[in-house]
Nanobody
Framework: QVQLVESGGGLVQAGGSLRLSCAGS????????IDWFRQAPGKEREFVAA????????DYADSVKGRFTISRDVAQKTVYLQMNSLKPDDTAIYYC???????????????WGQGTQVTVSL
C-alpha cells in the first residue's frame, strides 16, 4: 500500500514561489508515476503535473507550463513541485497522487496524500 505525505504549502504573494514535497512509502512507490492535482473551493480536482518513476518524463497542465517544475529524488522517495510566478488563481489544496497507469485522471489514482494548502494573495 503506497502512502503519500505532502508538505510545503503556505501563504505567498502573487509573483512569489513555493516548493511542495511529497514523501512516499510502500513497496511500489518507486515504480509509480506520481501526479500533483489541485482543488480550489467550489471547483473540481484538476491535474497539475506528473513525473514517471525514473524522473525522466514529465507532463504539465497548460495552466502551469513554464511556471511549475516537477522533479523526483528516487533515492529519497520524494517528489517535488517547484511553483514560481504564482498567481491568485493557483490558490488551492494541492495533492500528490499515485498514478500506476499514467492516466492523469482522478479516477485512475490509486492513492492520495492528505493535501497541503497553497494560498496566493494579491
Amino acid at each position: 500500500q503506497v502512502q503519500l505525505v505532502e508538505s510545503g504549502g503556505g501563504l505567498v504573494q502573487a509573483g512569489g514561489s513555493l516548493r511542495l514535497s511529497c514523501a512516499g512509502s510502500g513497496g511500489r512507490f518507486v515504480w509509480y508515476t506520481i501526479d500533483w492535482f489541485r482543488q480550489a473551493p467550489g471547483k473540481e480536482r484538476e491535474f497539475v503535473a506528473a513525473i514517471n518513476w525514473s524522473g525522466t518524463t514529465t507532463d504539465y497542465a497548460d495552466s502551469v507550463k513554464g511556471r511549475f517544475t516537477i522533479s523526483r529524488d528516487v533515492a529519497q522517495k520524494t517528489v517535488y513541485l517547484q511553483m514560481n510566478s504564482l498567481k491568485p488563481d493557483d490558490t488551492a489544496i494541492y495533492y500528490c497522487a499515485a498514478d500506476p497507469g499514467k492516466k492523469f485522471t482522478v479516477a485512475a489514482i490509486s492513492a492520495w496524500g492528505q493535501g497541503t494548502q497553497v494560498t496566493v494573495s494579491l
